[in-house]
């Protein structure tokens, strides 16, 4: 339990101390193009939780990174490297799109079963080649996953351009999806029950993110399957030792993963597009990976991570605005701070900082 207690506050502390080095830096960057540093955090924060349009924006935001972040974790429990969310996030957009086109009139409640249904089939079922191949084959996941997003790039075109697209329109998109089959936006809700707020693109789709984290939680840390796949992640060959198929556990896991960052289309084309573009899915699959890695590939770290990346992206916008000296790409310079020291390079501080409260509990505890 000592164990356990010290790497759960060495893990948060390393993440803490990287994230205040990070906006440490990027102050210094801020100050580096002209603008007060403190100026610019204040006007971060409140772009992003200063008023109920901006916290909206934020979780809009933090929805998408949560479910990409989440589909990135659950293949690295076994050790696999999905970094194909952005093509299934496409593909799953595709077969949301597509149900919903199939059911003119229904209502959204009925309609988001299936939708789901159907994103996750078929992002899961594109992840099921390079699982397949990466399981019995023995491919390299993150290159064949990456060859996957340029795949469905390509497939998206022709579909929407050839198939779906209005006729005579020149925008790249499928026509409309049914306002039956709109989902409820949070403003609705709020405004329904006399809590006037602005319009904003969340949805109630946050609440099943978060219902999402809660059942792969039960699932990979209380279940047999679970306990299947965190084994491969340790070490696959004592798994298969124990009578584990890792093969079969590594081709649900990754389709798994698949099937979650179809979630992502959901959210974009029933809640915020209301029809299937080309570029539905706007990066937020490669933005996922350094999520998950800040979250540690574990879905109650993946939520404050996705929340505090909503902020950056919601409150940067703020802040582009009201310092037109501070661009866009000094935005994109402190986001990638942030991965760097707060992903990448979490294990310098970890084991010492782990080290560290071992040592303090086990005194406490003696004495």
């Known amino acids: 339990m000592t164990l356990r207690a010290s790497s759960i506050l060495g893990g948060l502390s390393a993440t803490l101390i990287n994230l205040l080095i990070a906006l440490l830096l990027g102050g210094l960057l801020v100050a580096a193009v002209g603008a007060d540093p403190s100026a610019a955090l204040r006007v971060v924060y409140n772009g992003a939780f200063g008023s109920s349009a901006g916290l909206s ?69 594109w ?46 998109s499928s026509g409309p999806m049914p306002e039956s089959s709109f989902l409820p936006r949070i403003d609705q809700i709020l405004t329904a029950i006399g809590i006037p707020t602005n319009e904003t693109p969340l949805t109630i789709m946050v609440f099943v993110a978060v219902a999402l984290a809660l059942g792969l939680i039960w699932l990979i840390w209380h279940t047999r399957w679970g306990y299947e796949l965190r084994a491969i992640g340790k070490n696959s060959d004592a798994a298969a030792f124990a009578g584990v198929n890792v093969a079969r556990v590594k081709i649900q896991a990754i389709c798994l993963s698949g099937a979650v960052a179809g979630m992502l289309g959901v959210n974009e084309v029933m809640g915020a597009q ?79 900082l782990v080290a560290f409260f071992a040592g303090l509990l086990n005194t406490e505890r003696s004495a």
């Open 127 to 172: 992840a099921l080649i390079p699982a397949v191949m990466e399981a019995r084959r023995g491919s390299n996941l993150i290159i064949t996953t990456i060859m996957f997003n340029f795949l469905a790039s390509l497939l998206m075109t022709f579909v929407i351009v050839n198939l779906l697209r209005v006729p005579g329109s020149a925008i790249p």
């Open 274 to 352: 209301h029809r299937v573009l080309l570029e539905l899915a706007a990066g937020y699959g490669f933005t996922g990976i350094a999520v998950a890695l800040i979250g540690a590939n574990h879905p109650a770290g993946i939520i404050p991570a996705a929340v505090l990346f909503g902020a950056l992206q919601q409150g940067g916008a703020s802040l582009s605005f009201m310092f037109p000296n501070v661009s866009r790409d000094v935005v994109v310079i402190v986001q990638g701070l942030v991965i760097l020291l707060a992903g990448g390079l979490i294990h310098m501080l970890r084991p010492r």
């Open 57 to 125: 924006y934020t979780f809009y935001y933090a929805t998408n990174y949560i479910f990409a972040g989440l589909a990135f974790a659950v293949a690295a429990q076994a050790s696999q490297f999905n970094i194909g969310a952005e093509g299934q996030a496409y593909i799953g957009g595709l077969g949301t799109g597509l149900a919903c086109l199939a059911l003119p009139g229904v209502s959204w409640w009925l309609a988001l079963p299936v939708a789901v249904a159907a994103s996750g089939l078929f992002s899961g079922g």
